[in-house]
């Protein structure tokens, strides 16, 4: 069984700074999905990046970007120019890229802070 | 805009109660996940769906059991509440297929006193 641990359970940063949230996630497979999702306070957790396992390049969306150091299973995310809109818990996941009606395995999240 | 809805934000009960959550989505989407959310354990998997009718046992889904009649709806059963199931409930919905992101309703917080 897959497993993603996310050892930071609080972070904070001032606005305009960059933080780097870290990831670790232990799997045999070759071929699976990473994802970065963000839930604010009171509101819908959405999607904030996805990386391909196949891909070399790292993803970026943004401000965000992730860094996915495949050897190492390791797949932190960097968040530039942080915004008070930041703050939320962000949970990084994991999916097989077999048969697996796209579940999702979760970290256990981290808290960000932005102070203004 | 997709859309995932779920019938409650807040739901107080009892031990021993039957309790009924309720998931919407509007995306015609395949699969349909159901997780709680609890501090320091992230959110863990109960059930899933991918079709009608069908329905798959996630990481914990003693205690649990759901319905799926129809595409768009799916349930979340507590056959007899118990204080270890208070905890906030999250509903998600996807496209099949491993590419596409899961999309999340705004959850349910259950108290069971």
């Known amino acids: 069984a897959q497993t993603v641990t996310q050892s930071q359970p609080e972070m904070s940063v001032q606005e305009a700074e960059t933080v780097t949230l870290s990831c670790t996630y232990d799997t045999s497979e070759n071929n699976y999905y990473l994802f970065w999702y963000k839930q604010p306070p009171s509101r819908q957790m959405i999607l904030v990046i996805r990386?391909?396992?196949?891909?070399?390049q790292n993803a970026t969306e943004n401000r965000f970007s992730v860094n996915f150091q495949k050897a190492a299973k390791s797949f932190s995310l960097k968040i530039s120019d942080s915004q008070l809109g930041d703050t939320a818990m962000y949970f990084c996941a994991f999916r097989s890229g077999g048969t697996s009606y796209g579940k999702l395995t979760f970290g256990q999240g981290t808290i960000l802070t932005v102070h203004p | 805009d997709v859309k995932v809805t779920q019938s409650s934000r807040y739901l107080v009960k009892r031990t021993g109660e039957k309790v009924f959550l309720e998931c919407v989505q509007d995306m015609d989407h395949e699969n349909m996940f159901w997780y709680r959310q609890d501090p320091g354990l992230g959110l863990r998997l109960i059930y899933f769906?991918?079709?009608?009718?069908?329905?798959e046992k996630g990481d914990i889904p003693e205690g649990y059991s759901v319905s799926r009649e129809k595409k768009e709806r799916f349930s979340l059963i507590l056959e007899s509440a118990s204080t270890n199931q208070t905890s906030m409930y999250l509903c998600a919905s996807s496209f099949g297929g491993n590419i596409y992101e899961q999309y999340f309703g705004p959850g349910t917080r259950l108290t069971v006193t």
């Open positions: 769906s991918y079709d009608v009718k069908m329905k």
């Open positions: 990386q391909e396992a196949y891909k070399q």
